[in-house]
């Protein structure tokens, strides 16, 4: 499985801890980032859509530089994709502050209630559908993958941390 993780960087001392978690042994891992070091791109959006507009193959998981990768998310994949051979997308619960959890389910894939970190899709179901350049940004382009009838799997095992580099302790 070769999986593009696509990161902005507004926050550079996130780096070795987001790396880090990103240490799969199992899959041809790409990592795509960018600086915006200046947060001129509200919510690295733009950043997020060039990186995009640059990768033909595989899938594609959009990474905020504050969210991590669970330990058991990159063996989770290939379990998933052998699993689910006719997915266009795997949608994965995602751990909050405080021990909550934001869960994959297909009620949940709209504005408002997923994260972007919460998406792992095949290169080729994404087409032309890009980001919109908000902070709702991440819900809508969910959305718009939806309506044009890409198959996601929800799986609800919390396999990203959501803001974990914000959380104290």
């Given amino acids: 499985m070769k999986l593009h ?3 902005a960087i507004t926050r550079p001392e996130n780096l070795p801890q987001l790396a880090q978690s990103l240490a799969p042994a199992n899959l041809d891992l790409v990592w795509h980032w960018r600086f915006d070091l ?3 791109h509200v919510g690295g959006q733009a950043l997020k859509n060039a990186m995009l507009d ?3 193959d595989g899938w594609v998981w959009i990474l905020d530089d504050d969210t991590l990768a669970m330990p058991a998310l990159f063996e989770r994949l290939v379990v998933l994709e052998a699993e689910h051979p006719d997915a266009d997308a795997f949608a994965v619960s995602q751990l909050l502050r405080g021990g ?10 709209r504005l408002d209630h997923i994260d972007v970190g919460q998406l792992i899709i095949r290169r080729d179901a994404i087409g032309d559908t890009r980001l919109d350049l908000s902070y709702g940004g991440d819900g809508l382009w ?3 993958l ?3 009838g890409v198959r996601v799997v929800c799986v ?7 803001n974990r580099l914000h959380w104290e302790g």
């Fill in 54 to 56: 640059s990768i033909t």
């Fill in 5 to 7: 993780i696509l990161t």
């Fill in 146 to 148: 939806v309506a044009k």
């Fill in 142 to 144: 969910v959305e718009a």
């Fill in 100 to 109: 909550a959890v934001r869960h994959a389910t297909p009620d949940a894939l």
């Fill in 156 to 162: 609800d095992e919390a396999l990203s941390a959501y």
């Fill in 38 to 40: 200046a947060r001129a």
